[in-house]
């Protein structure tokens, strides 16, 4: 496997292509991926990216026939088309980042249970189709998951705001000047 630290920020075009002994790749600080740059990796099933990584290229991952899966951020428009070309076994997708803290913190339950079924849906259907489509489905699917978060977060504002506003219309109460305590008290 390759790990590096917080150094390595770009990987250039075709850097790794047909480097059949690698297996796994953790590269934390890595911002771009060039086109092919793990073309033909042949052996390479499992690679980890960190919540800073902005761009994976076109044919990036191109014939890795055994990669399985893959950690990377929620970013749209981050993987350009056909970046995972011939990947028949390329099944799985975890997000890094702080989607999951953000998911949590959503005001409605069913909201969070939405979301978390969204993101998960991307580890049911990848298994399930054409290595063609693959790169394609992710893509779409970054892009949902974005959209509905974005969605949830408005509406969460917008109760907020509902329940300040509210908060702001209830007579004020000095403890003791209530309308409603003033015989209570006297």
């Not at 970046?83 to 913190?105: E, K, Q, R, Y």
């Not at 998960?120 to 489509?133: A, F």
């Not at 409603?180 to 008290?185: F, G, H, K």
């Amino acid at each position: 496997g390759v790990e590096f630290g917080d150094v390595l920020e770009t990987i250039e075009i075709n850097a790794f292509c047909g480097c059949i002994a690698l297996r796994n790749i953790k590269m934390p600080s890595v911002r771009t991926i060039g086109v092919g740059a793990f073309t033909c990796c042949y052996e390479l099933s499992d690679v980890e990216w960190g919540e800073d990584l902005e761009t994976i290229q076109r044919g990036a991952f191109d014939s890795c026939r055994k990669l399985k899966r893959i950690v990377l951020p929620l970013k749209d428009n981050m993987i350009e088309d056909d970046a995972f070309l011939n990947c028949p076994n390329f099944a799985t997708v975890d997000l890094v980042g702080g989607i999951h803290s953000t998911v949590g913190s959503l005001h409605m339950e069913s909201w969070r249970n939405e979301m978390m079924g969204e993101i998960n849906r991307i580890n049911q259907v990848l298994p399930n189709i054409y290595h063609s489509q693959k790169t394609a489905e992710i893509q779409q699917w970054m892009s949902s998951v974005i959209r509905r978060l974005n969605h949830y977060k408005t509406e969460h504002i917008n109760l907020l705001k509902e329940a300040t506003t509210l908060l702001e219309l209830w007579p004020k109460w000095d403890g003791l000047s209530h309308p409603l305590l003033s015989n209570v008290i006297t």
